[in-house]
């Protein structure tokens, strides 16, 4: 039997109408995954919810078992997940094997965590009163999945999700459902019960559909674009959804005079560079101040350079394909925007469509002013803007600048002006002279437009948990 989807503890779909996969780097077919509608959408739902009772009361130590089994499986088979996930999402393999490894840390931490999932008992104000609050699962989780990390963007809401006791449906993206459903048949062998995970592949608005109109669905977890967001929240109103969203952002850093400029350099074109600029919490624009501006330039250039673009199965690839076409259009209307209005391209500048795959140099732009396009819009590409400051309240200000608030990044060494730019920050992740401060065990999540809710940490926990208060009488 094919993998296509996965409902109650079986693999299904034969029969449905096939959707191609796509390599980005040469637009090769790598694959096919089955269309599924409202009909199977629905019949995941079901198994998801008989399921949960049971699941719900085992304990927390005999969850974790599972998930430690499904951990070591995708530790264990690392290098077949990744090749997989460059061949449908283009990211080179030594990133692919790097989220593998993220991707499983979400899974070891909340299997520890489900084991702290305490509630509390509150003082009474009556001699025959007893007051207890109980935290539970929220029930069947539907999870929504996006493609820029096909694996760890599904285990950060499936860890927490299994681990509290809640069931779980994924639904991964058109670009990259073969990660998704190799991760499903490692649950598979991982014997998780029947129904406690499903997979649906297929059109995202008619699955999106069922699932937020479904009462049996009480959770919702998303990442993706802010506009589709929004879409679900207004969907998932009519059975009042518990949402957490993790939407578009479009992360500032602030480069400060006193900056260390090795740290700067480095974090920014790491966090700019991974997965070719594909990232929500990448940094999106740079505001630098003016006495070390040009050095700044010059030497962010110099590393720039020095990446390799093509093919992420290729040896010694640092950049890999953009998405799609639509993707690639929006980076290169970022930079010729910001050139005609007087930006100037210090290094890269073009793509290229090469042979099926869409491929942009990595490109640095000096002399960068607040009204261009790529300074109030998430370029998702491997492009760093560069606009000088004068003052730390003008970075603030600057940085500030945008409905989105998910990451933003400052370099410094001055421990009274970092703490000034963080507490001045309307951002729900910052990193301070760090370019990745991503991890399973820190919570993730943004402010404004960029969401709602945290995923990671005891903060992800919560978002799978309901609150429930009992007074009791003697
Ligand atoms: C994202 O792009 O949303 C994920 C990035 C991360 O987890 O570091």
Redesign the pocket.
């Known amino acids: 039997m094919e993998k296509l989807l996965y409902i109650n503890g079986s693999w299904t779909g034969d029969s449905l109408e096939k959707i191609e996969v796509f390599n980005p780097a040469n637009g090769e077919v790598v694959g096919t995954v089955a269309s599924c509608g409202k009909e199977e959408t629905d019949a995941a739902i079901d198994a998801a919810h008989k399921a949960f009772p049971s699941w719900s009361k085992l304990t927390a130590y005999e969850r974790a078992d599972y998930l430690m089994k499904l951990h070591d499986l995708m530790i264990e088979q690392k290098e077949e997940l990744a090749e997989l996930m460059t061949l449908e999402m283009g990211k080179p393999l030594k990133e692919s094997v790097g989220e593998v490894m993220y991707a499983a840390s979400f899974i070891k931490w909340y299997a520890e965590e489900g084991k702290r999932i305490y509630g509390r008992t509150i003082p009474s104000s009556a001699e025959n009163k007893r007051m207890q609050v109980l935290r539970q699962p929220v029930g069947v989780v539907a999870a929504i999945t996006p493609w820029?990390?096909p694996a760890?963007?599904i285990t950060r809401k499936l860890g927490p999700a299994l681990a509290a006791g809640c069931t779980f449906i994924v639904k991964p993206p058109k670009e990259t459902p073969l990660t998704a459903i190799k991760l499903v048949e490692l649950a598979d062998q991982a014997g998780f019960p029947k129904g406690v995970i499903n997979l649906v592949t297929g059109s995202s608005s008619v699955i999106g559909k069922a699932i937020m109109d479904s009462e049996k669905v009480r959770k919702v977890t998303f990442?993706g674009s802010t506009e589709i967001g929004k879409k679900l929240i207004e969907q998932g109103a009519a059975t009042v959804k518990n949402v957490s969203m993790?939407l578009g952002g479009h992360a500032p850093a602030v480069v400060l005079e006193d900056a260390d400029l090795n740290k700067a350099v480095a974090g920014i074109v790491a966090s700019k560079f991974r997965n070719a600029g594909q990232?929500?919490?990448c940094i999106n624009r740079v505001y630098v101040q003016e006495s070390v501006y040009e050095e700044f330039v010059e030497r962010v250039a110099v590393e720039a350079k020095k990446l390799k673009v093509g093919n992420g199965l290729d040896e010694g690839t640092d950049i890999g394909p953009i998405i799609n076409k639509d993707g690639y259009e929006k980076i290169s209307e970022h930079v010729e925007n910001a050139v005609s209005n007087g930006a100037e391209c210090v290094t890269g500048g073009k793509g290229r469509a090469d042979n099926g795959g869409y491929y942009y140099e990595p490109t640095v732009l000096k002399n960068v002013s607040q009204d261009m396009l790529i300074m109030n819009e998430e370029t998702f590409g491997p492009v760093i803007p560069i606009h000088k400051i004068s003052s730390v309240e003008e970075g603030i200000r600057l940085a500030n600048t945008s409905p989105f608030g998910l990451a933003a990044y400052v370099y410094t060494e001055s421990m009274s002006k970092g703490t000034q730019v963080v507490e001045g920050l309307d951002y729900g992740i910052i990193g301070w002279n760090d370019g990745v401060p991503?991890a399973a065990q820190a919570p993730?999540g943004g402010m404004k437009e960029s969401g709602l809710g945290r995923e990671g940490g005891v903060e992800g926990m919560e978002a799978y948990l309901e609150t429930k208060y009992v007074s009791f009488v003697l």
């Open positions: 820029n990390f760890a963007m990442t993790e990232t929500c919490i991503s993730f």
